[in-house]
């Protein structure tokens, strides 16, 4: 069974940094595309950044993009987002999630996902 | 970036049909975008209900069907129960690695 478990969320000040985490099990972490998505309080889901199986290619929000850096560990099976520059608008609930591939389509769909982790930044 | 829109709320009778919408803020949505559907009740995680346009995920009910209507993707519920009450999100693929959650929709059943 696949599991995804997010730490390393908190209260953090205005302009400081964070590093969530995200541990895998239960699949072969170095062969799937993976992910971070975020969700404001009463909000919907954004996403917010992907990152190849090898760490090779990365993709950005444009929002967290040059102060956002999303970053994997296959030895560890591990997925980490480093924060900086925190403002209001990154308070949210940060979900780690498994993109899938659909070999028959060629497409690719969020399949699993972590119990989020809570960041919160004070305005 | 680019805005994906979805109603904000629909209400649906016990039994009856809702079709959900995902398009574009300029544009049409088709096949390429790579459709995906999620459903979230409130202090859950998301669930994956269909990916590519309208393939249904694992364990899902046949009463969820994805479809691309017009210039948009559509998420149908047909035959609608108590606990499809939730909040309903698209996901679109727009290249270049990025992806686009849609605003979501609130489905209430009564």
Known sequence: EVHLVESGGGLVQRGGSLRLSCAASGFTFSSYWMSWVRQAPGKGLEWVANIKLDGSAKYYVDSVKGRFTISRDNAKD????????????????YYCARWERDDV???YYY????????????? | QTVVTQEPSFS???GGTVTLTCGLSSG???????PSWYQ??????????????STRSSGVPDRFSGSILGNKAALTITGAQA??????????????????F???????VL
């Open chain 2, 28 to 34: 049409s949505v088709s096949t390429t975008y790579w």
């Open chain 1, 111 to 123: 399949d699993s996902w972590g119990q989020g982790i809570l960041v919160t930044v004070p305005s």
């Open chain 1, 78 to 93: 591990s997925l980490y987002l480093e924060m900086n520059s925190l403002t209001a608008e990154d308070t949210a609930v």
């Open chain 1, 105 to 107: 389509g060629g497409t």
């Open chain 2, 40 to 53: 979230q009740t409130p202090g859950q995680t998301p669930r994956t209900l269909i990916y590519s346009t």
């Open chain 2, 102 to 108: 849609g605003t979501g929709t609130k489905v209430t």
């Open chain 2, 83 to 100: 606990d499809d009450e939730s909040d309903y999100y698209c996901v679109l693929y727009m290249g270049g690695g990025i992806y686009v």
């Open chain 2, 12 to 14: 649906v009778s016990p």
